[in-house]
């Protein structure tokens, strides 16, 4: 955001910090200051296997309170700390949450400090997930997952990207600053949190944002795609929360957690992100176009496997697909719309050229291609519109992470919205 952004603030709320035995217990460090920084009280809960990977007098030092780690303590508020520290929270987050102590609270066990703690505590539960890919990927630890989440946990991440083992993929845990953000989303009114991030006039305007890639079918196990990750939609639309708005995100096939709080309708092809699109823009105030749509599809999707055959080559017949946000734009003349131009070459002349075309408010230029944007975590963008005299305007977003970036395209994009 601007340098005049307010600082988001957890004033007053009493958070228990789970820390298990990960290699991403360093990033509770961090995750701990961060939080008391935010205002609130700190109470840290250590399990055994987090001992091995970093000291109680770090946590302590960083939240000015003891560290907790054992459960039959009898000095412990008389031998009772743990239902002592389950009725002081206002937050439970566990970060990082391992796959043992996610089997462990999915099956209600309370065989140590945190798990009881957890058992014992009416508050609002967050689990930061932090794994190797392939354990995450386990159907054993999803399905605990998922059956936390039907008793109410909220769960944050985890990421992906580059892991300590070396492997790549999902199981990351999210970043400190990342799961703060989550945080003070998820506990906000929209006014309050439109009044932290700066922007007034948001709160309560719903927001649809369209996210990832499409998929078209040329046979049941084949299909025509791009290299959208999803990454900028999805941050958007969780920059979009923060600033107070109701949202929307219409999500094409990701490997990506949504954010908190937020709306998700899951399509695959682009004829259904905009019949979804559609229906969700009826009643919205702002549309978004970050997905990376597919321009084409096969005219003709095979009902079984295309074999291979004898030839050495084979042909196959393309017809356009829709284009999602000219169609939005021509159908809804009071919405105000926002698309992206993901290009090659020429990048703002095509860019301005499809501004004036499909009639937007805005549009995002976006260099992609030569290792540029797709499935990155930074972006560098610029962001075009016309004036009141019909003078092509345009600011210049440098390089930068996408949460970073979402926020100060949106930033941009809403004090456009409200000269309309």
Same mark, same amino acid.
């Given at each position: ?172 845990? !999210? @970043? %400190?600053? &990342? ?14 949190? $439109?009044? *932290? =991030? ?57 490997? !990506? @957690? %949504?954010? &908190? ?14 019949? $979804?699109? *559609? =229906? ?141």
């Amino acid at each position: 955001m601007s340098a005049q952004t307010a600082l988001p603030t957890l004033q007053g709320k009493h958070i228990v910090l789970g820390v298990s035995g990960g290699i991403a217990a360093y990033k509770s460090a961090l995750l701990a200051r961060l939080l008391k920084k935010a205002g609130a009280d700190i109470k840290v809960v250590m399990t055994q296997g987090a001992h091995a990977f970093i000291t109680p007098l770090t946590f302590q030092a960083l939240t000015g309170n003891s560290v907790h780690d054992t459960l039959l303590d009898a000095d412990a508020e008389a031998g009772m700390g743990h239902i002592e520290l389950a009725r002081w929270a206002d937050l439970v987050v566990i970060a990082p949450a391992t796959a043992n102590v996610i089997a462990r609270l999915a099956n209600g066990h309370a065989d140590d400090l945190l798990t009881t703690i957890c058992l014992a505590s009416p508050a609002p539960k967050y689990l930061a997930p932090a794994m190797n890919q392939q354990m995450w990927s386990n159907p054993i630890v999803r399905a605990n997952t998922e059956r936390l989440e039907t008793f109410g946990w909220s769960l944050l991440g985890p990421d992906d990207g580059e892991q300590a083992c070396g492997d790549v993929g999902s199981g990351r845990m !999210l @970043e %400190p600053e &990342t799961i703060v953000e989550r945080l003070l989303s998820s506990t906000s009114s929209p006014a309050e949190r $439109a009044s *932290r =991030s700066g922007i007034s006039g948001i709160s309560g305007k719903k927001v649809v944002i369209t996210a990832g890639p499409t998929r078209e079918a040329l046979d049941p196990v084949r299909y025509l795609s791009n290299y959208s990750s999803g990454k900028m939609g999805y941050a958007l639309a969780a920059a979009a929360y923060a600033a107070g708005a109701s949202v929307t995100l219409i999500s094409g096939p990701v490997q !990506l @957690e %949504p954010p &908190t709080g937020i709306t998700v309708v899951n399509v695959t092809s682009a004829e259904q992100m905009l019949d $979804a699109a *559609r =229906s969700e823009s009826s009643d919205a105030d702002i549309f978004i176009a970050a997905a990376a749509v597919a321009d084409f599809r096969p005219q003709q999707v095979a009902e079984h496997k295309i074999k291979k055959g004898g030839d050495s080559t084979a042909s196959l017949e393309l017809v356009k697909n829709p284009d999602i946000v000219a169609t939005i734009a021509g159908e809804y003349a009071s919405l105000f719309c926002v698309g992206f131009a993901a290009e090659t070459q020429s990048l703002l002349e095509n860019a301005s050229s499809k501004l004036t075309r499909k009639k937007l408010d805005m549009i995002v230029a976006n260099q992609v291609g030569e290792g540029l944007a797709f499935d990155q975590d930074s972006n560098a963008v610029t962001l075009l519109w016309q004036d009141a005299q019909q003078t092509l305007q345009q600011r210049a977003f440098p390089m930068q992470s996408k949460h970073q970036l979402a926020r100060q395209l949106l930033d941009a994009i809403f004090a456009h919205y409200q000269t309309q």
